[in-house]
């Protein structure tokens, strides 16, 4: 499943984008299918907005997002949500989990919510506890500290199956063990599913091993 | 487990009050849209039915007008055709006049009684009596009557009190034989009569229609005569229609019968503003309701933004809104359905001592109507569901 992009920009930043060069808006950029792909990106550069906009959170740019060869505005309601359950995963940046709900219960919820579903209830623990987190997972995720809520949310986007994980700053609040963990269990997932990842950041890393970096 | 972790989700947002308000709402409402339909069907099968009790309302005897300036009251054939041909009569049933002399006298000596006296038949779905002993074959001895019950008033209250005699009850009256002659040319036939009920319909001695036809080949001394009377049955004894025909044709009939369409003009207004007022309140129910659904849905609209970005589809979540909402508006209607069968049972149970027959049942309309009710609830929940829904979901 390819992601093709062509021209965009989005509208708010589209004086700001236009003068200054960029490996993703207002280019033909196609990220192939199993590739990991890395866009780095200063702040105020637009790194959430292009997250959001492939993920269709967001309507308000000029150019075109094709997934598959289909323009992203067509797919509507419940297309689109068998698309988010089978073929798009995300990590957000401010993570939206629920507050009212436990960790575990957050993680549920993704984990049910595609039929039938990919893992047994037993993975959870399995994951947590290798993100360091098990202990935690009956407290409410309001509770939780920032670095937590981010493990958190990570766990829950491998609940799914996916062809493209999507991760907008994942690892901003983890120490450098808890990102090499959390970075292996992605990269086994990702494995497992022959999919490909599109992540975003602040700084060079080498968390993955990319296939294209691009600079937004 | 999706569907817990919803309810999870989305019960934060709820306040119990409104809820309630928007239940009681809608069970006020359901409740006066079904009991105003029972109403309608308990009216129509007293009105129209056939049990055995519904006795005055629909049945009027008919006969001219005796003004003293003709011979001859009675109906000729070609009357009785045209009255059977008009739009408001549903049956015409002749009154057979007996064709021989009749007299009847006490079994006894303490109680001496003797009268002349007559008979008249008619076909038996005209009568207000049924009763086991309402039949005859040729070779019994005994005849069945059935009496008037002003008789039995005139003559407990007219005619005992002033002779000094016992009062008689029905039960009395109907354990009495009485010795019936009838002469003939050939000389005196003896049979016993016994009265087997009283009627409010038809003001006669009546005896089956097969012992008179019989009677009177046997005993008859007059050629088959004129008709006098006719009893009719009509949908409507208040048609002015009916009125009008009577008027014309010079005939009349009881007035006391036709006032009780006055009752029923009453009867049908109330039934009908019951109807009306359950449902306006339905609407505003239906009103409360789905502003309750919206704004469970506004209330928790940040938490279905989020679902919908983790991929629940509306689809997901209108079933769970649906199964969220629906089932109480189904307890609703069946604590409804419940109360208005309660109402129902005990109706019946008054009724039946004003000898008034009612199903102690609920009627299918009624059902039907609260099925009719759930649909409409069904249909106004999930398009408010889906609007809001797919509004919130962008």
């Not at chain 1, 959430?48 to 906009?53: G, K, N, R």
């Not at chain 1, 990590?91 to 709900?101: H, I, S």
């Not at chain 2, 038996?124 to 074959?137: A, H, L, P, R, S």
């Amino acid at each position: 499943m390819n992601i093709q992009i062509n021209g965009l920009v989005p509208l708010p930043l589209q004086d700001k984008l236009s003068n200054r060069p960029s490996d993703i808006w207002l280019t033909q950029t196609t990220f192939t299918s199993g590739n990991k792909i890395k866009i780095k990106a200063a702040s105020g550069t637009g790194k959430t907005t292009l997250v959001h906009m492939l993920y269709k959170l967001r309507h308000d740019y000029v150019g075109e997002i094709l997934i598959n060869g289909r323009l992203l505005p067509t797919i509507k309601n419940n297309q689109l949500a068998a698309l988010r359950q089978q073929s798009l995963s995300i990590v957000f940046q401010d993570m939206r989990l629920f507050d009212q709900l436990t960790a575990l219960e957050n993680i549920e919820l993704k984990r049910v919510l595609a039929q039938p579903v990919l893992y047994q209830s037993k993975v959870i623990g399995q994951m947590a506890e290798q993100l360091g987190i098990l202990h935690i997972l009956n407290q409410k995720a309001g509770n939780c500290s920032y670095g937590e809520r981010q493990r958190i949310a990570i766990i829950r986007a491998l609940m799914q199956p996916f062809k493209w994980l999507i991760m907008d700053e994942p690892f901003s609040h983890l120490d450098h063990l808890n990102i090499d963990k959390a970075a292996s269990l992605i990269a086994t997932e990702c494995a497992k599913r022959a999919a490909g990842l599109i992540i975003t950041d602040l700084e060079h890393d080498a968390h993955f091993d990319y296939t294209q970096q691009y600079q937004l | 487990m999706l569907h817990q972790l919803l309810t999870k989700i989305i019960n934060t947002g709820i306040g119990g009050t409104r809820r309630w308000l928007a239940s009681i709402g809608l069970f006020v409402a359901v409740l006066l849209i079904l009991l105003a339909t029972q109403l309608q069907v308990n009216y129509n099968n007293l009105l129209y039915g056939s049990s055995n009790r519904d006795s005055i309302a629909n049945f009027l005897v008919i006969n001219k007008v005796v003004d003293g300036n003709k011979m001859d009251n009675s109906l000729t054939s070609k009357e009785i055709n045209q009255l059977r041909q008009q739009p408001f009569v549903q049956a015409v049933g002749e009154l057979t006049n007996s064709r021989f002399k009749v007299s009847a006298q006490s079994p006894s000596n303490q109680v001496p009684f003797y009268t002349d006296l007559f008979f008249e038949s008619v076909p038996n779905q005209f009568i207000d009596v049924q009763n086991k002993g309402w039949t005859w074959k040729q070779g019994d001895v005994t005849i069945p009557m059935i009496v008037p019950n002003q008789f039995l008033d005139l003559y407990n209250f007219g005619f005992a009190p002033s002779q000094n005699l016992a009062q008689l009850s029905q039960d009395m009256v109907m354990a009495l034989p009485v010795v019936i002659n009838v002469q003939h040319p050939g000389g005196l036939q003896t049979f016993t009569g016994r009265v087997v009920g009283f009627s409010d319909r038809i003001s006669s001695v009546l005896v089956p229609e097969n012992f008179l036809d019989w009677a009177n080949k046997q005993f008859g001394t007059r050629q088959q005569a004129n008709t006098s009377r006719v009893v009719i049955r009509t949908a409507d004894a208040g048609d002015p229609a009916l009125a009008v025909y009577l008027k014309n044709n010079g005939l009349k009939t009881d007035a006391e019968k036709t006032r009780f369409s006055k009752y029923r003009l009453i009867v049908d207004v109330v039934v009908k503003a019951s109807a009306s007022t359950g449902v306006v309140l339905l609407l505003f129910a239906l009103l409360v309701f789905s502003l309750f659904v919206q704004l469970t849905i506004a209330a928790t609209s940040a938490d279905i933004q989020l679902l919908v970005s983790l991929g629940t589809s509306p689809t997901q979540l209108q079933r769970f809104l649906m199964q969220k909402f629906m089932p109480a508006n189904l307890i609703i209607c069946a604590v409804c359905l419940v109360t208005v069968w309660l109402v129902q049972f005990a109706a019946q149970q008054f009724l039946i001592n004003q000898q008034l027959l009612i199903s102690p049942m609920l009627s299918l309309y009624t059902v039907a109507a609260a099925l009719a009710i759930i649909l409409v609830l069904w249909l106004v929940t999930r398009a408010t569901v889906r609007k809001y829904i797919f509004s919130v979901a962008g």
